[in-house]
């Protein structure tokens, strides 16, 4: 591991840090909460309040790691504190500066780091408010402006404490939080504490919210619900995650994510809930059920129709046809298939999203699988000099709906024929691939995958230019459906790329002969 450099105001840093005299204090109530806080906003298993001495990193407090200190040239904290803004590393195996450091080997194994910096009154930073995940991931852009919006509280709670630390620190710690958030009663659902922010939306003030409960202010949960959800948080569920329907002290109502965690504060335990407004996510959500209906009624129709017309043309039932204008009409032909295939791509995807796409799943013939492929792309192969070859046992069978198998392996066949070079092969082949599962790949010799596209492969509209043979690009959704559909049928998708050698594989259960 590369060990942190010491700033410049070193000296300056330190003398603050000694000022507010919490370095080997016992465990204190509000920071505790405010690191679990921290996890809960940012949705990770961990967080934790460092200080960084001359030597050492301290912890003021953490959640879900038991660590007190640890030595400064082996501490993630020890870079942040270099910088001025949130320091984020989205994965520490693939950071030079963490990748062969030990201490984050774990337990717990540390893969994502996210720190807001803990900042004097003088600018000086003191330590960090950090969220740490085992496994990669960003923040969002609203966690980041929650963990700095954290981090502002605890050095508002450090100012506080050089006269009285805990004065009114919690106001301070829930006022100054974006989102609504309320301390409630597990036995009697009474709320003990609800922030600025809740009472604003919510048109009440806190004297009258602390006579409340949580069906006093919601539309659609009645006590049970609200029970149940106190049940499953104290049989060990991190936390409770549903949506619902606020409503205000003026009638009003609007939507909203709901987040319930079980905090244990001193013997006491309560429940924190952090209430999102999404009413922006469910107007995005109707535009996209209105494009949806728009795309299906209004444009996949006459659409059809079109196709179906030209098509009829091309076949002759319009009479002979110069050479000029069968052209034309081969090009309209060629364009409205693609734009066909781009429109059940966009209504495949809505249908899976809904979870209105079924899946019939059940025994599948491996070979007579990729056989059916390779006869039916064959002319499409040869028209651009590339070969279609099988690899498959007998008696090898799989289990998945052989309506969306087909759709699934028919999209990575098209890819590689695409990308193959001329006389080249592409292999379509079957094998056990251990533990009960049978492997489908499709191997071509072309470019490979961009290292810039990799991440983003099965995203919806990703496409990368990797051949200049693709001139008539899809709608970029083919991978996000094959992946999403492989899902749902028990199966998974992945692929190895390099340049020249690019397979793309699914695996599904296999069926016993």
Known sequence: MRAPARPDN?????????????????????????????????????????????????????????????????????????????????????????????????????????????????????????????????????????????????????????????????????????????????????????????????????????????????????????????????????????????????????????????????????????????????QVDRMKDEFISVVNHELRTPLTSIHGAVKLLQQGAGGPMPAAAARLVTLAADNTDRLRRIVDDILHLEQIASGKMEFNLEPLDAARVLDQLAHGYETAAAAVGVALAVLAPENLRLTADPQRLHQVMANLVSNAIKFAPRDSRVLLEAAPAGAGRVRLSVTDAGPGIPDHFRERIFQRFAQADMDSRRTKGGSGLGLSIAKQMTEHMGGSIGYESRPGHTCFHVTFPEVSP
């Open 10 to 282: 070193e000296a300056d840093r330190l003398s603050d840090l000694y000022d507010y005299g919490i370095l080997d204090t016992p465990a204190e109530r509000v920071f505790d909460e405010i690191a679990a806080l921290a996890a809960t906003v940012c949705g990770t298993p961990y967080a934790a309040l460092t200080l960084i001495d001359g030597e050492r990193q301290w912890f003021k407090a953490s959640f879900g790691i038991s660590l007190r200190e640890t030595g400064r040239d082996e501490s993630i904290c020890g870079h942040a504190i270099l910088e001025r803004e949130l320091f984020e590393v989205p994965d520490t195996c693939k950071d030079a500066r963490f990748n062969d450091n030990l201490l984050l080997a774990g337990p717990p194994e540390i893969r994502f780091y996210g720190g807001s910096q803990l900042t004097s009154a003088r600018g000086n930073n003191i330590g960090m408010l950090c969220v740490l995940d085992g496994r990669p991931r960003e923040l969002t852009p609203a966690q980041r402006v929650a963990l700095d919006q954290l981090a502002n509280v605890v050095m508002a709670v450090l100012e506080a404490s050089k006269g009285s630390r805990l004065q009114s620190w919690l106001g301070t710690l829930f006022d100054r939080i974006a989102e609504e958030v309320f301390i409630t009663d597990p036995d009697t659902l009474r709320f003990l504490h609800v922030n600025a922010t809740a009472q604003h939306a919510l048109g009440y003030s806190l004297q009258q919210l602390r006579r409340m409960t949580p069906m006093d202010v919601t539309a659609d949960r009645r006590r049970a619900d609200f029970e149940g959800y106190v049940r499953q948080l104290r049989a060990g569920a991190a936390n409770v995650v549903f949506e619902g329907t606020r409503r205000r002290s003026d009638g009003v109502h609007y939507p909203v994510e709901v987040r319930w965690q079980l905090l244990e504060t001193g013997g006491r335990p309560v429940v924190m809930s952090i209430v999102q407004d999404i009413s922006e996510r469910k």
